[in-house]
């Protein structure tokens, strides 16, 4: 299930300059202006079943959300809209809210009011693209409560040691860089980022190539329809 509550982004780090959403070839290219969409209450929607005579929500109980994948929840474009958009979440205890951010150091003025040690139904993924950002954001992200937290590596743009970092992280993700553009992501990082998961007993996965993807020194350009498929094909992802 998706929930775009707003959309538009803007560049803040290196990982954006070929976004794939917003970046120089992507089919929504130059919208980087957030707005509120006509999404903002989907999941409070319901729809009657007159066979049943109930009411029941659109979105049904015990499904992931993925929320704001086509901008960030913490933009400050969107302060307006959040507090609102936090009590929908509250309001829909049954569901899990994902989002992933670049702006975890906002992390701290959009909460609600109520957040204490976070709510049961929201993950929060912090993305890392190299060791310079790992090394600014995941501090920030791990002294953070929250109740459930993951790492996005994407795109890999270099080789991350997380180590410092994996206490309390429940999985890891890895991707290369989709586009024209793209730079290249190698599998050696993806392994070794996979190996200290292993250590600290953190679950991993591997989700996509990207475009320009080296493994045993060869540089191979993957379609895009491929790249998911063959980060699954080879079978390195672990459950922690």
Same mark, same amino acid.
């Given at each position: 299930m998706v929930w775009e509550p707003w959309t538009g982004c803007y560049k803040i780090s290196d990982g954006c300059t070929y976004c794939y959403y917003y970046g120089l070839y992507s089919k929504r290219c130059g919208q980087n202006e957030v707005v509120?969409?006509? !999404?903002?209450? +989907?999941?409070m929607e319901t729809i009657y079943m007159p066979r049943k005579k109930i009411?029941?929500? +659109?979105? /049904?109980?015990?499904?992931?959300?993925?929320?704001?994948? %086509?901008?960030?929840?913490?933009? @400050? /474009?969107?302060? #307006?809209?959040r507090t609102e958009a936090w009590n929908i979440i509250k309001q829909r205890p049954d569901l899990n809210f994902l989002f992933i951010t670049k702006r975890i150091d906002r992390f701290p003025i959009s909460l609600p009011n109520d957040w204490? /040690?976070?709510? !049961?139904?929201? %993950?929060?993924?912090?993305?890392? #693209?190299?060791?310079?950002?790992?090394?600014?954001?995941?501090? &920030?992200?791990t002294s953070f409560p929250i109740k459930h937290r993951f790492i996005a590596c994407g795109p890999l743009?270099?080789?991350?040691? &997380?180590? @410092?970092?994996?206490?309390?992280? #429940? &999985?890891? %993700?890895?991707?290369?860089?989709?586009?024209? $553009?793209?730079r290249e992501c190698d599998y050696n990082?993806?392994?070794?980022? =996979? #190996?200290?998961? $292993? +250590?600290?007993d953190v679950a991993f /996965?591997? =989700?996509? %190539?990207?475009?320009?993807?080296? +493994?045993?020194?060869? &540089?191979?350009?993957?379609?895009?329809?491929?790249?998911?498929?063959?980060?699954? $094909?080879?079978?390195?992802?672990?459950?922690?």
């Open positions: 509120k969409t006509d !999404d903002f209450y +989907k999941p009411t029941k929500y +659109k979105m /049904e109980s015990g499904k992931t959300v993925n929320t704001c994948f %086509t901008t960030d929840f913490f933009i @400050p /474009e969107a302060d #307006e809209w204490g /040690e976070g709510y !049961d139904n929201v %993950t929060i993924g912090c993305t890392v #693209e190299n060791q310079d950002l790992a090394d600014y954001r995941l501090p &920030l992200f743009l270099s080789n991350i040691n &997380l180590t @410092p970092y994996l206490h309390n992280i #429940e &999985l890891v %993700t890895t991707s290369g860089e989709t586009g024209r $553009e793209a990082w993806i392994l070794n980022i =996979r #190996e200290q998961c $292993e +250590k600290a /996965e591997f =989700r996509s %190539t990207g475009s320009q993807f080296r +493994k045993d020194s060869v &540089l191979y350009n993957i379609n895009p329809k491929m790249q998911h498929r063959l980060a699954c $094909e080879t079978n390195i992802n672990s459950v922690g």
